[in-house]
């Protein structure tokens, strides 16, 4: 377990923080570490470096687990709304994570923001050989179970021929 750039204990330096970055990253940390073919496992934005990873390194990747992990993030908020924070959520676990948001984005450049923003690996994701366990919390979005197909479908997650969704 290790924490990408910016984010939980590590260093706080922005310089050249984009997606792809943190992709790198990974990939020299695997490296370093001796790490042949991890099972990679990643949630919101580390779900993305994670896909990302696996999609450029695709024969490298034994398994991936990619909990709320968005293909395009226009998708997700249109599809499944504004996630954690609606209306189900108690006032002050909203205030808290909203804080906890905003502490952070001192830390993190518009960068970062805009190579999420960019980021579409839904035309790809049916490219992945890998087995995928892809997670999203029933509290993400105001959605019945109905939906999942359509929504799988938007991501470019129904194109997997090894996915085991919950």
């Known amino acids: 377990l290790f924490d990408m750039r910016c984010h939980g204990r590590s260093g706080k330096n922005t310089a050249k923080l984009t997606l792809n970055t943190l992709v790198d990253e990974t990939c020299q940390l695997l490296l370093r ?4 073919k991890p ?16 999609l450029r390194y695709t024969s490298q990747v034994r398994a991936l687990v990619l909990a709320e992990a968005h293909t395009h993030l226009d998708t997700t908020a249109s599809l499944l709304g504004p996630g954690v ?3 189900r959520t108690p006032a002050e676990i909203a205030q808290e994570i909203q804080g906890c948001m905003n502490r952070g984005e001192a830390s993190v ?17 049916g490219n992945l050989a890998c087995p995928v366990l892809c997670l999203w919390g029933d509290r993400y979005g105001d959605i019945s179970p109905g939906q999942w197909p359509q929504i799988l479908e938007a991501f470019g997650y129904a194109r997997l021929p090894n996915l085991v969704f919950h």
């Open 85 to 87: 924070l609606d209306a």
């Open 39 to 54: 099972v990679l496992i990643g949630h919101s934005m580390g779900g993305m470096v994670a896909l990302e990873y696996a």
């Open 109 to 125: 450049c518009k960068e970062l923001f805009d190579s999420l923003l960019a980021f579409d690996a839904r035309a790809q994701v």
């Open 33 to 36: 570490l001796g790490v042949e």
